[in-house]
């Protein structure tokens, strides 16, 4: 069984960096063709993709935020970590971590979801 | 990044109702299109990937369609469970992109 599960501050300040964890089980990041995102969704927005790492480490970044974040992954610990430098009050809502998985097309889609984590950045 | 535009942006239906969403994108996606759904405080759920192939475990009343620059979600006869925002999403140049979103509300 899949699962993900975000977790790291609930409110930030801002200029502050955020970082958040993704914990999951029922797959390995060293399995080729998986990979896992960090999507976040301000309130009544669309989903925004900010980064992805994949099975061999290579890492992808949202173009116009890729100054201000990182990835990485514990393979030990099934965890990915983000971080977001100078959070501002525009950064706020809820952060997802995904798995993108290819299909047999062999293209790639968020097929597992976290229940998400929940950021305010506000002073 | 390719821009996509959803249409409607919001969508007052009834129980049993054909339901079209459309997708439409200013330069060819491909055949790399898929379909999610969102309920409040819940996490989008992949419904449709490649266009038009349906995801394990979502009901047959779901299906895609389309192809280049135009797609759509159809959702043969709606049910209450069925009431949720719905996401186009396209993947291009290492980057994936998402739809503003239809949102399939009680008429």
């Known amino acids: 069984q899949v699962t993900l599960r975000e977790s790291g501050p609930a409110f930030v300040k801002p200029t502050q960096t955020l970082t958040l964890t993704c914990t999951f089980s029922?797959?390995?990041?060293?399995?080729?063709?998986?990979?896992v995102s960090w999507i976040r969704q301000s309130p009544g927005k669309a989903p925004e993709w900010l980064a992805l790492i994949d099975w061999d480490d290579d890492k992808y970044y949202r173009t116009s935020l890729k100054t201000r974040l990182t990835i990485s992954r514990d393979t030990s610990k099934n965890q990915v970590v983000l971080t977001m430098t100078n959070m501002d009050p525009v950064d706020t809502g809820t952060y997802y971590c995904?798995?993108?998985?290819?299909?047999?097309?062999?293209?790639?889609?968020?097929?597992?979801w976290g229940q998400g984590a929940l950021v305010t950045v506000s002073s | 990044d390719i821009q996509m535009t959803q249409s409607p942006s919001t969508l007052s239906a009834s129980v049993g109702d054909r339901v079209t969403i459309t997708c439409r994108a200013w330069q060819s996606l491909g055949g790399w299109l898929a379909w999610y759904q969102q309920k409040p405080g819940k996490a989008p759920q992949l419904l449709i990937y490649d266009a038009s192939t349906l995801e394990s475990g979502v009901p047959s009343r779901f299906s895609g369609s389309g192809s280049g620059t135009e797609f759509t979600l159809t959702i043969s006869s709606l049910q209450p469970d069925d009431f949720a925002t719905y996401y186009c999403?396209?993947?291009?140049?290492?980057?994936?992109?998402f739809g503003q979103g239809t949102n399939v509300e009680v008429k």
């Open positions: 029922g797959f390995s990041l060293s399995t080729s063709g998986v990979c």
């Open positions: 999403q396209h993947y291009n140049n290492s980057s994936w992109t």
């Open positions: 995904a798995r993108n998985h290819r299909y047999s097309s062999g293209r790639f889609y968020f097929d597992y």
